[in-house]
């Protein structure tokens, strides 16, 4: 079964860094595109950053210049490294696999998630 197991979330200050660590199981890694969600209390889940196959990238417009998505398809693991971090970032994040043909489109194969916190 498909199984995604996020890491490296914790409380930091703003303007500090983390790096988050989804390792994925059960799928032909390398075929799949990848993305990062989070949620903040009383939020919806929203989409920060995909990784396609082919190692097209997008990010949300309030990350972007600030947080980095990569794959490293020999440990089916995909990254999200979080710099500048500021306050707002706080939320939930979690690891998806899914398609991308244009857009991403999640499949219903969702992380434990890890939790960020920042704080001013």
């Known amino acids: 079964q498909v199984q995604l197991v996020e890491s490296g979330g914790g409380l930091v200050q703003a303007g500090e860094s983390l790096r988050l660590s989804c390792k994925a199981s059960?799928?032909?890694?390398?075929?799949?595109?990848m993305a990062w969600y989070r949620q903040a209390p009383r939020n919806q889940r929203d989409l920060v950053a995909f990784?396609?196959?082919?190692?097209?990238?997008k990010y949300t417009d309030s990350v972007k210049g600030r947080f980095t998505i990569s794959r490293d398809n020999a440990k089916n693991t995909v990254y999200l490294q979080m710099d500048n971090l500021q306050p707002e970032d706080t939320a939930v994040y979690y690891c998806?696999?899914?398609?991308?043909?244009?857009?991403?489109?999640?499949?219903?194969?969702w992380g434990q998630g890890t939790q960020v916190t920042v704080s001013s």
């Open positions: 998806n696999v899914g398609s991308y043909s244009g857009t991403y489109y999640p499949l219903a194969y």
């Open positions: 990784i396609t196959s082919g190692r097209i990238t």
């Open positions: 059960g799928i032909i890694f390398s075929a799949k595109a």
